[in-house]
């Protein structure tokens, strides 16, 4: 049982350039979450799915979309990096109700 | 939408002593309040929970309180040892499916030896 798997650990992209987060959950959770966490800022919600087939925005979600693949994945798709974007990346998801998050080991970007 | 303050920022205690974080939430259709530890490098991880018609749970060392009617909601870790150094947060989050939780800003614990 794997848990919350993120790929890739770690990335460094150039201004401009794209890329797309990973994240698969083997726990049969309704809804997933991608995070950003910045020293001194928290979590803050990017994008959210509360179950198959449905995305909503969170607190900060200029500058990403999001993909809701299956009941198993969804992805974090940065179209186009700014060093802003620098930051660590959680994905999360949950079964629903009065459960908790899972989250995923976290992915260190850089955008230089 | 939801409102989490937590208090303090950062808290250093000495090994052996209690610590306590003290967080606050604005929205009272909150009714599931978990508590994350997260160490340096690794990713948060659920430590303890507590739901509204709860006033408080504990599990060894570590206890979380409920005041629905203040909304605040504490948690206390008792005999304080190195390894509980870390970030603590709080969240509240309404008890229907897949919404979001809302996070404090977390609480740097630090036990000095």
């Known amino acids: 049982n794997a848990g919350v798997t993120q790929t890739p650990k770690f990335q460094v992209l150039k201004t401009g350039q794209s890329m797309t987060l990973q994240c698969a959950q083997d726990m049969n959770h309704n809804s997933m979450y991608w ?6 800022m928290g979590l803050r919600l990017i994008y959210y799915s509360a179950s198959e087939g449905t995305t909503d925005k969170g607190e900060v979600p200029n500058g990403y979309n999001v993909s809701r ?16 974007q620098t930051s660590v990346y959680f994905c999360a998801s949950r079964l629903g109700g009065a459960y908790g998050y899972t ?8 955008v230089v | 939408g939801e409102n989490v303050e937590q208090h303090p920022s950062t808290l250093s205690v000495q090994e052996g002593d209690s610590a306590v974080i ?21 990713r948060p991880q659920l430590i303890i929970d ?17 005041n629905k009617t203040a ?7 008792t005999e304080t040892q190195p ?31």
């Open chain 2, 71 to 77: 909304k605040h909601f504490s948690l206390h870790i």
């Open chain 2, 50 to 66: 507590i739901r509204s018609n709860v006033g408080e749970k504990k599990d060894q060392r570590i206890a979380v309180t409920l």
């Open chain 1, 103 to 110: 989250f995923g080991s976290g992915t260190r970007l850089t």
């Open chain 2, 83 to 113: 390894e509980d150094s870390a970030v603590y947060f709080c969240a509240a989050s309404p008890l229907n499916t897949g919404n979001q939780f809302y996070f404090g800003t977390g609480t740097s614990l630090t036990v000095i030896p």
């Open chain 1, 69 to 84: 693949l299956n009941k198993r994945e969804f992805s974090l798709r940065l179209e186009s990096a700014a060093p802003s």
């Open chain 2, 22 to 42: 003290k967080c606050t939430y604005s929205d009272s259709a909150s009714n599931y309040f978990p508590w994350y530890k997260q160490e340096l490098g690794k």
């Open chain 1, 35 to 40: 995070y950003r966490q910045d020293p001194g």
